[in-house]
């Protein structure tokens, strides 16, 4: 990808992220507990907030039913985040909007598989997880929403129509992370596109979620029919085992395996970066350390 194309690719980059949109009557599906929840505490400073949709009573292990949501009729567009980091959930189909725009937080599973952005009204996400280094928010914004017709006051630097208006280049942009985001553009392309990264994802989470459903000793935490591709939470059952395990598995050069501080047990990442040896890697210890702590 040239300079030109990355410039047209991130023209409507946010630097703004959750900022920047029209918020009269918002309306959240409420599914989570870390972005949408923060997201619905956020928006309330600007304008009516409803949730829609929860599922908290199961500890957010479920993906609530959203096929026909209480929407109201004045209602300006529908919130989710699309895939959640924490618990290790995902949408394998979208809400029933009934009409109302969908904007959707991508955050943590951008990339990962091939997308239809024409069910979106906006699109956005930081591209730490699968793109490139923190810093910077990438936005695919429907046309006739960027617009000047934003609540008063909001400020110049924090409406897409600002960014759109100048290619990205109304302020200095954060060159080293396109030029990065480039680079994994360009590696994405040369692996086969999204299709071929929604198979390595599928290959990959099979793996590890089909030792957890055969395991004596690991339980996975998120209803099958909801299990993110990107994020794998698990459990022993045992705080104190789940502590020796992540202890150990650091010890054995497996990284970052410790659960969300929030909901404590065990989660694996398994970004469009992690091979599948990785997981293999994973697997084969969890089966090792079952064998000597049943």
Known sequence: ???????????RISQSNRSGLTVINY??????????????????KYGKVNKIASSEDKTFSYIPDCSDLPISPD??????????????????KLPNTKGK?????????????PVNVSDYGIIYGGVQKNIGPAGMVISIVRDDLITDDVLPGTPTMMKFKTHADAGSLYNTPNCYCIYMCGKVFKWLKKMGGLEVMKQRNEEKAKLLYDFLDQSKLFKGT?????????????????ADLDAKFVKESKEAGLENLKGHRTVGGMRASIYNAMPKEGVEALVAFMKKFEEENL
């Open 75 to 92: 209602a300006d567009y529908v919130y989710i985040c699309e895939n959640n980091t924490i618990y290790g959930t995902k949408y394998k």
């Open 1 to 11: 990808m040239e300079k030109e194309q990355i410039l047209d690719f991130t023209r």
């Open 101 to 113: 725009t969908l904007v959707a937080d991508v955050s943590s599973c951008f990339l990962s598989e």
């Open 222 to 238: 998120v209803v099958p029919e909801d299990r993110s591709l990107m994020n794998v939470p698990f459990i022993t059952g045992n």
């Open 27 to 44: 309306e959240i599906i409420f599914a989570y507990l870390d972005d949408a929840k923060k997201a619905y505490q956020e928006a309330q």
